[in-house]
């Protein structure tokens, strides 16, 4: 597959580099209809960062995706989701974020706490293999993107995948206007 917002990237089919993926990671896209059809991209680990990405690898910010990790607690019960936005958006986590997961008040969850529980690391956490019983809420504009880079759980490389494919995970829920 040509990619287009790949830059000076080197994309090879993610399958045959399992060794640039989170474990988590690697799983989730076994699982995949069509895991050929995600690249994956060694980089620099330094400039995993994403304006430090794009500006070293020539990547389009607004191709690129972020995922953020967030809690809310109802009723003494913590509650967890994914949330994917462009680049260029920010996630609005107290409104419908929170809205969505039905708690007083959201936050991205800690550091710490995110890393355990996705077994990704920081700075590299993507929708791809995050834990089954967490909601992955996508901003329409991603589920809507041809192409689009984001984190592959380490730091050391990234995903290149369509909006089509994350709108498909397992778990996925496409909202309009989730980012602003």
Do not use: Q
């Not at 680049?87 to 008040?105: E, F, M, Q, S």
């Amino acid at each position: 597959m040509t990619w287009t917002i790949a830059g000076s990237l080197a994309v090879v089919p993610a399958p045959t580099r399992t060794d640039l993926l989170a474990e988590p990671v690697a799983k989730a896209l076994a699982a995949l209809a069509d895991p050929d059809a995600v690249g994956v991209a060694e980089i620099d680990p330094s400039l995993a960062d994403t304006a430090a990405f794009c500006e070293a690898y020539g990547s389009p910010l607004e191709a690129s995706a972020n995922c953020v990790v967030v809690a809310g607690k109802r009723a003494g019960e913590v509650r967890f989701a994914a949330a994917l936005v462009l680049a260029t958006t920010r996630a609005d986590v107290n409104g419908v974020i929170k809205r969505r997961l039905d708690v007083r008040k959201a936050s991205f969850a800690p550091m710490d706490e995110a890393v355990s529980l996705t077994g990704m690391e920081y700075g590299g956490i993507t929708p791809v293999g995050l834990p089954a019983e967490w909601p992955i809420l996508l901003d329409r504009r991603v589920a809507e993107a041809p192409e689009l880079v984001i984190g592959s759980g380490i730091r050391g490389s990234k995903l290149l995948i369509s909006g089509a494919a994350l709108a498909a995970l397992p778990g996925a829920e496409v909202i309009e206007d989730l980012a602003r």
